[in-house]
């Protein structure tokens, strides 16, 4: 572990931490729709930011009132939306038609197929979400949605699961219900809402075999307004030294045991997302 490494991660100086800062993210302002991309997509490509993992897609998109995602396919990818604000309409060629809040996650397995349309219908309001991909870990399955909810005030200072791979404790392979949604790939994504002065913790589980690490990654969500500049808002420690603004994040590496500590070291409360990958 380098001295650089050791200094952005104190508390567990075993863990590397690699920032992803807001203004190196990709992105585009295209009128109806802002947009920042993590991993290359549409027309930014960056050949080292290319996937993480399983975790091919984060997308912190803003969606005009009554514009949208025409109808689209997708197949082989595990496809889930995060909605911060706002409301977002699916529509999907399994027959599958609502509208997305806040709190809500929904789960659209394409396998081997499926065509949809993400709209804002809402004719005042902006809608911003999160758009997440990550590869299955097996082909050829049949497409499935899934919706789940989770209120603030079950996120406020814990580090609540909300998508996991299917078999995992507590997920359930319901439409609509209670725990994680269910994901066909090797990737967990936890949520929180942290107060000033409040802190969580993720613990890295064991590597698969052969491996001797887990990756994580950490996103702060830019709930106070779009910004394309440098970071700013709500603000994070992680394990002690390496601070995170809204639109900011970090890849992680960890061993068994080892630790991610967010802390909220702004003002406001910060909503974080933690992804934890083979």
Not at 25 to 32: F, L, P, S, Y
């Amino acid at each position: 572990m380098s001295s650089a490494a050791s200094t952005l991660s104190p508390l567990n100086p075993n863990v590397k931490l690699v920032p992803r800062l807001n203004t190196e993210r990709g992105g585009a302002n295209h009128g109806w729709l802002k947009t920042f991309h993590t991993f290359s997509f549409a027309g930014y490509w960056d050949p080292r930011y290319m996937s993480f993992g399983n975790l091919r897609v984060i997308n912190e998109d803003r969606v005009e009132p009554t514009e949208g995602f025409g109808t689209h396919g997708h197949r082989e990818m595990e496809i889930f939306s995060y909605v911060v604000s706002g409301e977002l309409e699916h529509k999907d060629s399994m027959g599958n038609l609502e509208i997305l809040k806040r709190g809500d996650i929904q789960l659209t397995s394409a396998g081997t197929g499926i065509r949809h349309s993400e709209y804002n219908r809402n004719n005042k309001s902006m809608v911003h979400f999160l758009q997440i991909w990550a590869e299955p870990h097996t082909r050829g399955l049949k497409p499935k949605y899934f919706t789940r909810h989770f209120t603030d005030e079950e996120k406020t200072d814990k580090l609540v699961t909300v998508v996991a791979p299917v078999g995992s404790v507590g997920v359930k392979e319901e439409r609509e219900g209670s725990g994680p949604a269910p994901v066909q790939s090797n990737v967990t994504l936890k949520s929180t809402i942290l107060t000033p002065g409040k802190s969580v913790e993720h613990v890295f589980p064991a590597p698969v075999s052969g491996e001797t690490q887990r990756k994580g990654y950490i996103h702060v969500i830019q709930t106070s307004g779009y910004n394309t500049g440098t970071a700013k808002g709500n603000r994070v420690r992680v394990n002690g030294g390496l601070e995170l603004s809204e639109g900011d994040g970090a890849f992680a590496w960890g061993a068994a045991g080892d630790k991610l500590h967010i802390e909220n070291v702004g003002t406001t409360p910060a909503e974080v997302l933690v992804f934890d990958m083979e």
